[in-house]
Structures are given as structure tokens and as C-alpha cells.
């Protein structure tokens, strides 16, 4: 812990304002998803994918601090459970995973989905804050792991995607259940720490394709992130593997 303030300069309080400003829209994403989810369909998601963004600028910001802090591991390990784990469980129960009725047995089996997928999240999470890795990610990265199950639920509830998702739950329960292994197994998954130029570019595609939903929310750009958290998850380890050749 920073027990000397002079140490405290504007990098650490501005890697602990991203790191709270993460955490707060996990806090938002999820009272949305419970009370204005038929309302506001994709506003968790945006909310999701800004937790996402204050994230990532939370550890560029946080490698120019003069000094590491135990708080701020603590307050960005919370704020990405609130974040990558609890806020797509709950995404999950506004889905065709739920019943009509909380006594139905899909209405169970949503919740065991959910809370499984939940677990999987703060598991890896766990492991990712005492055993951080640099060159690559053991196990799929909880960001990703929540935009591919937070856009699939999101895309399974909406009747323009019924077509993919079908109306059973089915296909969102393999991907939610999927999903999960990944995070806990230990598959070895590109990092944007590496520095690759391929890795940069696949960045800032993934950026500008996160941001055109961010302003212009609709089916089909959140299809694209769908996509391209499916080409991620599906062939990250073997591209992780023939570029370090």
C-alpha cells in the first residue's frame, strides 16, 4: 500500500479514477439489466464496453505511476468482478435462457447458467490478480469473455436475432457455459502487452467497431462485436501461437 503521498502523483489518481469509473458502470450496467432492460435494451452493453475501455486505460495509465498499490489491485480486481463477471450473469437472465415464470425449470437452469458463468469470471479474475502474466493471458480474458456473453445475450433477446439464437435458450446456454471453461482453463491467450503491430491493428479495429455501437447502438453493430469476440475467443490461442515463431 502507498503509505507515502509524495509518491501519489496525477498517473495513480487517474488510474484509480478509471479503475472506479470501471466499476461504477458494472454498478449501472447491472440496475439497468434488472429494472430498464426492456426499455433500454442496449444500454447495459454500452456500459459494459465503457467498464471495458476505463479498464484498459486504467493499466496504461497505472504503468506510469511511480509506485505500485495494493488498493489500487484491490479497487481494479472489484470493479472487473462487478464489471466482466457479475454484470453478464445478470445480462443472461434477460434472455431466452428465463422462463415466463421464477418457478419454471428454465428459470432454474438460467440461474445455475448465470451463476456458473459469474463463478467462471471472479475465478479467472482471481488467478489473473495473484498470477498476472505479460506475454500472454492464461485463460480468455474476462473483457472478452463478458462481450461475447453480454452481446449474446443482448442479440438473443432482440427478434431482429431470433434466427441465430432460436428461441429456446439453447444455443446462448453453449456459449454461456463455453465461455466459462475458457476463462478457467488454461489456454493461452494473446495480450495487447506484447506490442506486435498485428495485435495493434486488430486493436483498433476492435476500437472503432466498439465505438460505432458506443454512438449508432444497434443489431447489427452489435453483431460485429459479437463477431469478432467469436474470431477471438475461436483463434486467439492458435494466432498467439504462430506469432511467437
Known amino acids: ?16 479514477l478509471f479503475t472506479a469509473l470501471n466499476g461504477l458502470c458494472g454498478f449501472i450496467g447491472v440496475i439497468v439489466s434488472i429494472y430498464f432492460s426492456n426499455y433500454l435494451p442496449y444500454l447495459a452493453m454500452q456500459l459494459l464496453i465503457f467498464g471495458a475501455i476505463f479498464d484498459y486505460l486504467d493499466g496504461k495509465v497505472a504503468k506510469r505511476a511511480p509506485i505500485s498499490s495494493t ?9 472487473d468482478i462487478i464489471t466482466f463477471a457479475i454484470l453478464p450473469g445478470i445480462m443472461l437472465l434477460n434472455s431466452p435462457l428465463i422462463g415466463n415464470e421464477i418457478t419454471d425449470y428454465s428459470s432454474i437452469l438460467a440461474l445455475i447458467v448465470a451463476g456458473f458463468y459469474s463463478f467462471c469470471g471472479w475465478a479467472r479474475l482471481i488467478r489473473f490478480a495473484t498470477h498476472p502474466t505479460e506475454i500472454h493471458f492464461d485463460g480468455l480474458p474476462s473483457p472478452a469473455a463478458a462481450l461475447l456473453v453480454g452481446s449474446s445475450a443482448v442479440l438473443a433477446n432482440l427478434s431482429e436475432m431470433s434466427w441465430f439464437f432460436w428461441s429456446n435458450g439453447i444455443p446462448l446456454t453453449l456459449i454461456t457455459i463455453t465461455t466459462g471453461f475458457l476463462m478457467i482453463l488454461t489456454i493461452k491467450y494473446p495480450t495487447p502487452k506484447r506490442g506486435k ?4 491493428v486488430a486493436i483498433g479495429i476492435t476500437g472503432v467497431v466498439v465505438l460505432i455501437f458506443v454512438f449508432f447502438p444497434y443489431y447489427l453493430t452489435l453483431s460485429a462485436i459479437l463477431f469478432i469476440a467469436i474470431l477471438y475467443t475461436t483463434f486467439g490461442p492458435l494466432y498467439l501461437k504462430e506469432t511467437s515463431k
Open 1 to 16: 500500500m502507498v503509505r507515502d503521498l509524495s509518491l501519489v502523483n496525477k498517473y495513480t489518481l487517474l488510474a484509480f
Open 197 to 200: 503491430k498485428p495485435d495493434m
Open 71 to 79: 488498493l489500487g489491485a484491490y479497487s481494479d480486481s472489484i470493479g
